[in-house]
């Protein structure tokens, strides 16, 4: 059997007026919630475990054991903390869901607290995506009015608020400590760990952060069961999620499906590769997962085929490049990104991405001198593992791998710029009238 | 005293070494006790570990549960577990490597700017690279640059290229000293430490962040480019600027002070000092020093002090002293030594034969006598430190602790943090002290202290501080006396001055001989000093002649009330400079200024601290001790000693006293006076940073001073109809004075608050102080700006 | 090097601040929504920059002034957050994405379709403060590439002549909507929204754009569906 789309998140994106209370309920919205009310909060947690639901954010932690972490005999409130900070590059599915189908993620916001007894959650958005925030806070307002929201939701007893809260410009946010330095209005520098989140999270409280796709597809679970979910994907990346598939494919777009499906599958829904071209290099699951070539298409999307290929499903977002463009450039701009995105608290993220700009800038000018690639990699031992948070890793990873797999492109960089060796005009989805210098 | 249980020990192994440490120490820690320095950065055992810098990385083989970590993890935010295995620099390569793996980090955007650097010499980078670098750099390209200084103060200056952005300055500001005006702003490559646009980071305590940078970033417009370390000689001493007994290390230049920082004394200061402290040290270098004795020549008014020998000196005082025997006053500084203290003490008892002495050069009533005599002077078992650190309760009376004894402040607001201390201020006005120790505020109008003392509700684990202005509300401390000694609770009283507790203990109170022997039960200390008490006078009230040493007039409640005292009496005067006394005085001995001499202190705790000569004598100027023994000499009394030690060993061999303790004081509080619309009851403290001496030369210190502001609450503005933005006119029994004043939302009705010695506007002109009755109006300023 | 706190130009004339009393009462309500009124520092910030276009020196000390913190504390959180700008922004805030992806697919050759046409650069504002640009990291929209933003909303599949006909438009007054659906009003009428504020236009443009409807779009043409659950799940550890 061929593999399949199964859309369930992504199922009424298209559908008139999605983002409404009314056509959500009109297509069973908010029933999963009446189910889970019926449930003790430990049964949700149970049933959400079950599942093998893991974290859609990158890490891809067991979602109901990080519930279970919270104890539940700490006197001090608990909350709910959902990331939508989206903004690893190459990820792009939350901000869609959020824009498409925001009351998906506020029914499993309101389960979820439920399951952890929380009655405040926060909804941490990113800040530069105002129409989707628009879109949350609106719902967020439709079920105040509604009951879903507030004091004794539906009768069952339970009160929840919830506050969307824009960000105001920091990848690192996504880090789930950050995003809680920057809920309580401070600098978004992660925090040490332990003590986890957890025990010891918003406001020194127990608290939950998760992704908005791990709480969106909460819901579902709890309306089909956990049997139905685990029925989909593999043996330990069980159920569907959504992956995202950006650059020279023919119909870049969210596909969702159950884990199990590979690269060469993905490949195909999109398309391809554009009228002409071929794969070069792609990301299979943001820019801070190490990229694969060709070789690796049939390689199966899940968290452990990928790390069994030295790389990592993260968000599930596959950038995919062909073979007009320079590795060099991508990755002197995904070092760009590290390097303005650090948040400056460790030495070697600070330091490193700062100077791995400068080497990488020389040699996309094709003013490298002899041996800069080695010393791009020893810089990148230099760094490598020593930092306070992930963030790095991310630098890191797209750094090795790029040399590893195209060094000798790398070399170009001693005597030709970039842009001559590989002309950056051919890249453009446009024709681009003058050749593009730096 | 402590409850708190025996920490869970674990042992673990660090270089093959096993070390035994209580459970949750960090690994950093652990490496010290087993004898391994971990180079590190940001890492400082009284701040909250970060993990910023990650120099201390380490390789950890078994975490205790047979499992290694991968990586090398940070020494310093790592918690070692029992049977934990780790290894350091010394022993792992991994760990070896990468720490220069992270030297080579920073060194790569720092600037080799060592040659000209303040830090070069004493700097923790500097060493570390040494140990734990590579010989070259291996990567070339553009550093990360910055504008170059840049003032975080008056006294603090920031160099951006070299810091390392530990946040050590950051985390003490924010987590010790609670005054966040410096911040990490920016971030990635171009983070940097700053303060808010024209708001300085002027904290009484932002000197530290100076000691504690551990590269050449931040420096002090005080010291910077002063000296290089090896120029320096280094004493270990004691301050003398306030009552805390803070360790200092002094370093001299060519037989002068240039710098003072804090050392490390765990039950003290810990790692801290104040700003006053640290950087107070500068009035002996400056003013007018007294080089050699001086007598009047001619009469009182129109005479003028004349330079002479010692010998005439000695033989000008010894006449006045012969001739007023009994009717002699003594007033000795508070900042004295103990053996000074002592001398004088003696001197006035054995040798001219009064009682009449005094180290309380401020206002001060018979009822604070007692009360010192009563509950101070014999105490055995002091309240400590690390007894507010595990006080349940800290009860703060007529104490303003971040001005008055900013280490107490400290410790008290550490034990807020981190053992849940609940501090509970009785005041006017809820300070940014208070505020900084979240206390609790309980607003009490001064003269209404004593019925608030007394509806004081004292449980086991309380501890109260009272503080020297209290002994300015009638019945305040008698009240306290009598609600302390039937509760569980604690007391502590917390002079303002550094020699005030060894005054005591030396006998400089009138009815308080050495050793805490009352002058009415005096016959132990006859004995041991071969001279009968018994007779003595008690205080004259009118001495025709006044020995004063060290004393400055204006911290009296009316200067001009002394002033004329001054002018009616014979004055022999010891002093380091030409105060105001000195001027006016018969006979001048110079004397050697604390840093030139040994001594003793005792701080509020009772706790001996040591004060050691820290440069050598540059004038003829001699020890108090020295001129009192020849004054002794020549009036035919020897005193029995004639250095330091000598008076030091004296005291020592005082018998204990077993007689009864002196009775508590039993002073009824005063009615309140009914207060015209127009008046006020004075609030007031010290602050920290103002007129005093001992702050004279520290320019830039006192440019980080808090402006100088009187506040009231609005209902009182209003009562009094002051005008927003003119003065407010105080006037007092003395005269009158103006201040620029805001209003202040927590103040109590009818009461403003006002600096007590800010510069020109010591309250004592007006005769004001803590309690006092004055009238406010407002300054009107004339056309043309003259007022 | 660095665009410090510390060192704004002090010749540099900024526009006097909007703040008033009716602002104060709006910041002073956003910081009571929170357990910790200081959690609401990011929003009153927004709300700023809504009113006088970027993080002025008096937004600052009302900040603090309401939160109780230090005007350090509020510039070190300002200075953090990229959309918080030190100079005032343009009506129209341009941005540009050139992340790896975008930049490769036609971000660069935008940006500088932008800056000639604007005649300014990265950080920039144009003489009648109109225009802002900025160059952008990633937004999330990858999909989408090349894409831009203007008033932090989306302008998806964009080319030069598209960018060239946006900034004609916007200059002229003609109605622009994002290609999501909002019309293009100002900058600060978003940083209301982000501030927490309901401008009405939640319910304009289309559910989703085409490529995040690709994969659904394909299941349909299919026939491709999740598995039906088997049955309704036994309420396990129901309530009694």
């Known amino acids: 059997m061929t593999t399949q789309l199964t859309p369930v998140l992504t199922k009424n994106w298209g559908t008139d007026n999605s983002w409404t209370l009314a056509a959500y309920q009109k297509q069973g919205g908010y029933t999963a919630i009446k189910k889970a009310f019926a449930m003790t909060p430990e049964a949700v947690v149970g049933e959400v475990k079950e599942s093998g639901l893991r974290g859609r954010g990158g890490a891809g932690f067991p979602t109901g054991m990080k519930w279970s972490f919270v104890p539940q005999d700490n006197p001090n409130p608990k909350y709910l903390v959902v990331n939508g900070d989206e903004s690893e590059p190459g990820t792009c599915k939350d901000i869609p869901l959020l824009m498409a189908s925001p009351h998906t993620l506020l029914e499993g916001v309101i389960i979820s607290s439920y399951a952890i007894n929380a009655h405040m959650a926060f909804i941490y958005i990113r800040g530069e995506v105002v129409h989707p925030i628009r879109r949350m806070r609106q719902a967020v307002e439709e079920a105040y009015a509604a009951g879903l929201l507030g004091k004794n939701i539906c009768g069952s007893g339970f009160d929840l608020d919830v506050i969307v809260q824009s960000g105001a410009g920091a990848y690192i946010c996504g880090e789930e400590t950050a995003l809680l330095n920057s809920l309580e209005g401070l600098r978004g520098q992660p925090r040490l760990r332990p003590p986890f989140p957890a025990v010891a999270g918003l406001y020194q409280c127990p608290t939950v952060v998760n992704n908005v796709e791990s709480i969106a597809s909460v819901p579902s679970i709890i309306d089909n069961g956990a049997a139905w979910f685990a029925s989909m994907g593999t043996e330990k990346s069980q159920g569907f999620t959504i992956y995202s598939l950006s650059g020279h494919v023919q119909r870049p777009g969210q596909y969702e499906a159950a884990f199990g499906i590979t690269m060469r599958e993905l490949l195909e829904m999109a398309g391809g590769i554009r009228e002409g071209h071929e794969l070069k290099f792609f990301t299979p699951g943001g820019s801070s997962t190490p990229l694969l070539t060709a070789d690796h298409l049939d390689t199966v999307m899940d968290f452990e085929s990928l790390a069994a290929v030295g790389t990592m499903l993260g968000t599930k977002a596959m950038q995919v490049f062909d073979e007009t463009v320079s590795v060099v450039r991508t990755t002197l701009r995904w070092v760009e990104f590290y390097a303005h995105e650090s948040c400056g608290k460790c030495t070697p993220c600070r330091e490193g991405t700062y100077w791995l700009v400068q080497l990488l800038t020389r040699l996309e000018a094709g003013e490298g001198r002899k041996g800069d690639v080695d010393k791009l990699l020893a810089l990148v031992d230099l760094i490598d593992s020593k930092s306070f948070c992930p963030l790095l890793g991310g630098a890191v990873a797209c750094v090795s791998s790029a040399v590893e797999h195209f060094r000798k492109e790398f070399e170009v960089g001693y005597h030709t710029p970039a842009w001559e060796y590989l002309p950056y005009d051919r890249s453009a989805l446009f024709p681009v009238a003058e050749e593009v210098d730096s | ?787 | 090097m660095s665009d410090s706190a510390m060192e704004h130009d002090e010749t540099e004339a900024l526009p006097p601040t909007m703040i008033d009393q009716a602002v104060i009462k709006q910041l002073t309500a956003l910081s009571k929504r929170y357990p910790h009124p200081r959690s609401a520092l990011l929003p009153m910030l927004h709300l700023v920059q809504a009113v006088d276009g970027f993080i002025s020196a008096r937004g600052i000390e009302v900040c603090a002034e309401i939160l109780g913190i230090t005007q350090a504390q509020v510039s070190g959180v300002a200075t953090f957050y990229t959309m918080y700008k030190r100079r005032p922004a343009g009506k129209h805030h341009i941005g540009v994405c050139t992340t790896a992806l975008c930049a490769v697919m036609g971000g660069d050759a935008l940006l500088e379709t932008m800056e000639d046409k604007l005649g300014i650069t990265d950080g920039e504002t144009t003489s009648d403060g109109l225009f802002s640009l900025e160059k952008v990291e990633c937004n999330a929209a990858c999909d989408f590439a090349p894409v831009m933003m203007v008033n932090w909303e989306f302008m998806d599949n964009m080319t030069p002549q598209k960018a060239e006909q946006l900034i004609d438009d916007l200059r002229s007054g003609r109605e622009v909507r994002s290609t999501r659906g909002p019309k293009l009003t100002s900058l600060a009428d978003s940083e209301k929204v982000l501030a927490g504020f309901l401008d009405g236009q939640g319910n304009e443009g289309p559910s989703a754009g085409e490529p995040s409807l690709e994969g659904v779009r394909l299941a349909e043409k299919k026939k491709w569906t999740a598995p039906a659950p088997k049955k309704t799940p036994k309420a396990k550890g129901g309530k009694k």
């Open chain 2, 1 to 787: 005293m402590s409850e708190v249980p025996m920490a869970e020990m674990v042992t673990v192994t660090i270089d093959g070494a096993q070390a035994t440490v209580p459970k949750g120490t960090l690994a950093i820690r652990a490496a010290e006790a087993a004898g391994v320095h971990v180079p590190r950065f940001c890492d400082h055992p009284l701040l909250d570990p970060v993990g910023a810098c990650r120099q201390c990385l380490v390789e950890i083989t078994d975490a205790g549960n047979g499992r290694g970590f991968p990586t090398p993890q940070p020494a310093c935010t790592t918690q070692v577990a029992d049977g934990m295995v780790l290894g350091t620099q010394v022993t792992s390569a991994s760990a070896k490597k990468a720490q220069a793996d992270i030297m080579e980090l920073i060194l790569l955007n720092h600037p080799l700017d060592c040659p000209v650097c303040d830090k070069g010499g004493e700097c923790p980078l500097q060493n570390q690279a040494m140990v734990s670098g590579r010989a070259e750099q291996r990567f070339d390209g553009e550093k990360n640059t910055f504008a170059k200084p840049v003032a975080l103060s008056e006294l603090i200056v920031l160099d951006r290229e070299r810091c390392v952005l530990c946040t050590r300055c950051t985390r003490f500001s924010d987590q010790i000293s609670g005054d966040p005006m410096i911040q990490l702003t920016e971030r990635g490559s171009h983070q940097q430490v700053s303060i808010a646009p024209d708001k300085p980071y002027d904290s009484y305590f932002s000197g530290n962040v100076v000691q504690l940078c551990p590269v050449g970033a931040l420096t002090s417009a005080d010291y910077r480019f002063s000296g290089r370390p090896f120029d320096l000689t280094t004493t270990r001493t004691t301050c003398e600027n306030c009552a805390c007994g803070c360790s200092l290390n002094v370093d001299a230049r060519s037989g002068k002070v240039v710098r003072r920082k804090a050392a490390h004394e765990a039950e003290v200061n810990e790692a801290w000092a104040c700003d006053k402290g640290r950087y107070g040290f500068r009035s002996s270098c400056s003013g007018q020093r007294i080089t050699a004795p001086m007598v009047r020549q001619g009469d009182k008014k129109t005479g003028t002090l004349v330079e002479v020998s010692w010998g005439e000196a000695i033989e000008a005082a010894a006449n006045a002293l012969r001739e007023s025997g009994a009717s002699t006053g003594f007033l000795i500084s508070g900042r004295a030594t103990l053996e000074s203290s002592y001398g004088f003490s003696k001197f006035a008892r054995t040798v001219v034969g009064t009682n009449s002495v005094d180290f309380r050069s401020r206002p001060s009533a018979d009822e604070e006598t007692q009360f010192l005599a009563s509950c101070v002077a014999g105490e055995t078992n002091p309240v400590t430190y690390a007894e507010l650190e595990s006080a349940k309760k800290v009860i703060l009376v007529g104490c303003e602790p971040e001005s008055e004894s900013p280490i107490v402040f400290l410790r008290l607001r550490k034990a807020v943090r981190k053992y849940g201390l609940k501090v509970e201020t009785l005041s006017a006005i809820y300070s940014w002290g208070s505020h900084k120790l979240g206390a609790q505020f309980v607003p009490v109008k001064p003269c209404d202290l004593p019925t608030a003392i007394g509806n004081l509700k004292l449980a086991k684990g309380t501890v109260v501080l009272a503080g020297e202005t209290l002994a300015q509300i009638p019945g305040a401390l008698s009240a306290l006396v009598e609600k302390v000694t039937s509760s569980p609770a604690r007391l502590a009283w917390i002079p303002r001055r550094a020699g005030e507790i060894g005054a005591l203990k030396a006998g400089c109170l009138p009815g308080l001989l050495p050793g805490g022997y009352p002058t009415t039960d005096s016959q132990g200390l006859s004995d041991y000093w071969k001279s009968d008490l018994s007779a003595i006078s008690s205080r004259a009230t009118n001495p025709s002649t006044m020995v004063v040493s060290g004393v400055e007039v204006e911290d009296f409640i009316s200067s001009s009330t002394m002033i004329k005292n001054l002018t009616e009496a014979f004055v022999i005067c010891f002093d380091t400079h030409l105060s105001t006394v000195a001027k006016s005085a018969d006979v001048v001995f110079p004397v050697a200024p604390l840093e030139e001499t040994d001594g003793t202190f005792f701080n509020w705790e009772h706790r001996e601290r040591s004060l050691s000569q820290v440069v050598t004598p540059t004038t003829t100027s001699l020890t108090d001790i020295r001129i009192l023994s020849e004054l002794a000499d020549v009036l035919g009394k020897p005193l029995g000693f004639r250095t330091s030690a000598g008076a030091k060993e004296s005291w020592e061999g005082i018998p204990a006293y077993g007689g009864p303790t002196p009775a508590a004081p039993q002073v009824k509080p005063l009615k309140a006076s009914k207060l015209a619309k127009n008046q006020a009851i004075v609030s007031t403290w010290r602050e920290l940073l103002d007129d005093s001496h001992c702050l004279d030369g520290a320019d830039q210190l006192k440019a980080t001073a808090r402006p100088i502001l009187a506040r009231v609450s609005p209902a009182t503005a209003k009562a009094a109809g002051l005008i927003e933005g003119a003065p407010v006119r105080v006037s007092g029994a003395h005269g009158a004075l103006s201040f620029a004043w805001e209003l202040e939302p927590t103040m109590v009705e009818s009461v403003i608050w006002l600096p007590t010695n800010a510069p020109g506007l010591a309250l004592s002109s007006i005769g004001a102080h803590l309690g006092s009755v004055v009238s406010l109006d407002n300054e009107l300023v004339e056309k043309g700006g003259k007022k």
